[in-house]
């Protein structure tokens, strides 16, 4: 599957956005799909992932309560809507996706993804 993520920009602290990642293929409803993010010097790190069966999904601690990851089977899409946007929310973000049977406590691990878009940048100034 090939992803491609879109909907980043420049917003002001406590701010909205919402990123889409778009993936080609026939199979998307069965693929787990999730968010990473990666600020200069950091490392990848986990936002949210949704799981494909029921839908379930699991959210970095940080972003708890701020961020919601949703998926359209129907347009082969997920998405990132991003509220009270902080500057240490800062980085490039980075949709990834598996075929594999995860757990909701292993979403968050870089190494169980097979699939992963370009990018998309996000910046949020104070």
């Known amino acids: 599957v090939q992803l491609q993520a879109s909907g980043g920009g420049l917003v002001q602290a406590g701010g909205s956005l919402r990123l889409s990642c778009a993936a080609s293929g026939r199979t998307f409803s069965r693929y787990v799909m999730a968010w990473f993010r990666q600020a200069p010097g950091k490392e990848r790190e986990f936002v949210a992932g949704i799981r494909s069966s029921v839908g379930d999904t699991h959210y970095a601690d940080s972003v708890k309560g701020r961020f919601t990851i949703s998926r359209g089977d129907a347009k082969n899409t997920v998405y990132l809507l991003m509220n009270s946007l902080k500057p240490e929310d800062t980085a490039t973000y980075y949709c990834?996706?598996?075929?594999?049977?995860?757990?909701?406590?292993?979403?968050?691990?870089?190494?169980?993804?097979?699939?992963w878009g370009q990018g998309t940048q996000v910046t949020v100034s104070s």
């Open positions: 990834a996706a598996t075929l594999r049977g995860l757990i909701l406590s292993s979403l968050g691990r870089t190494m169980n993804y097979d699939y």
